[in-house]
């Protein structure tokens, strides 16, 4: 799918077992950047290549242009085709540092985060020859990327901001309401979400598990996750008016409950999302002063480094 006339989407379809016969309809987004050669965001499961290369060729290029992929973060349906797309085509592989350890090691992953069906996704573990930082500048000649930290869905998660197009590509960062809340940590996730909606001009939001947005909706985007966060946090604190703390099972079923959500939102993921909320369960409602724009932000640090991407 064409969004500018350099950048493309490719949606990726996949079926996740997520308990015996139990199975669930996923997609996710990579994205191509074309210029004088291809950048690619997120490789998507073990079966994207032949996706990928399918989409390049129909539009006239050839894959073995693309010479760098961006990982927005280590999880499996961003990474798991990067090994045989490297294989292939011989690209480097970018990834921010906090990120590099799941991706060059996924045994070492799934010991942490035993994902349904992880080894289905990913094909297999693969180097990361570029190391990325907060506010770096990758560039590509005619198009540069600026990289920002955004951790809280994974730590080494990053959004990628096209500067000349105004194109933000936030892979995981920004949660849908009433979809399961995926997070390592909730107060990061406030903040990086308020970090990306203080960019001051998005003409195309392109997220990994939505559709392409556009400047009428973005605003809502950005509103409706932050209090979807809200949302969350208050469920949790109200199951714990009954449930003490350490039960995260009954938490998380009672959050189920309340807000709606699908049964099998049960899993160590969403358990994960619940420890985070409740690790936080003094802030009560002024965990959420966050979303006021009171709150002072890290101070950006001007663009530093440079990266040129042959
Ligand atoms: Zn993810």
Request: aromatic residues 10%; proline residues 10%; without cysteine.
């Given at each position: 799918m064409k969004i500018t006339d350099n950048i493309h989407a490719i949606r990726i379809p996949f079926n996740l077992e997520i308990a015996p016969g139990k199975i669930i309809n996923r997609f996710t987004y990579s994205y191509l950047i074309f210029g004088k050669n291809i950048c690619l965001i997120d490789c998507g499961i073990s079966s994207s290549k032949d996706i990928i290369f399918d989409y390049i060729r129909k539009i006239g290029r050839t894959p073995d242009e693309i010479k760098i992929a961006v990982l927005t973060h280590s999880h499996p349906d961003h990474i798991g085709g990067a090994f045989s797309i490297k294989r292939a085509v011989g690209c480097k592989i970018a990834a921010h540092s906090a990120a590099v350890k799941w991706i060059e090691d996924i045994s070492h992953q799934f010991s942490e985060r035993p994902v349904p069906s992880f080894y289905s996704i990913v094909e297999d573990s693969v180097d990361v020859d570029i190391v990325l930082k907060d506010n770096e500048i990758l560039d590509f000649g005619n198009k540069s990327l600026k990289v920002i930290h955004t951790p809280?869905?994974?730590?080494g998660h990053i959004s990628l901001f096209n500067i000349s197009d105004k194109v933000l590509f936030s892979g995981d960062c920004i949660p849908l309401p009433e979809t399961i809340p995926i997070y390592e940590d909730i107060i990061s996730s406030v903040k990086s979400v308020k970090i990306l909606e203080e960019i001051q001009r998005i003409d195309v939001l392109l997220s990994s598990w939505d559709e392409p947005r556009y400047p009428d909706s973005i605003p809502d985007i950005f509103n409706n996750s932050l209090e979807f966060f809200q949302k969350v946090h208050n469920s949790v604190l109200k199951a714990m008016d009954t449930i003490h703390y350490t039960d995260i099972g009954n938490i998380a079923n009672k959050v189920i409950e309340d807000l709606g959500?699908?049964?099998?939102?049960?899993n160590p993921l969403f358990f994960k999302s619940i420890e985070s909320h409740i690790r936080h369960r003094n802030c009560k409602n002024t965990l959420f002063i966050l979303i006021d724009r009171t709150v002072k932000y890290r101070k950006r640090r001007q663009d530093k480094c440079r990266l040129s991407i042959p």
């Open positions: 809280g869905h994974s730590k959500l699908p049964a099998f939102a049960m």
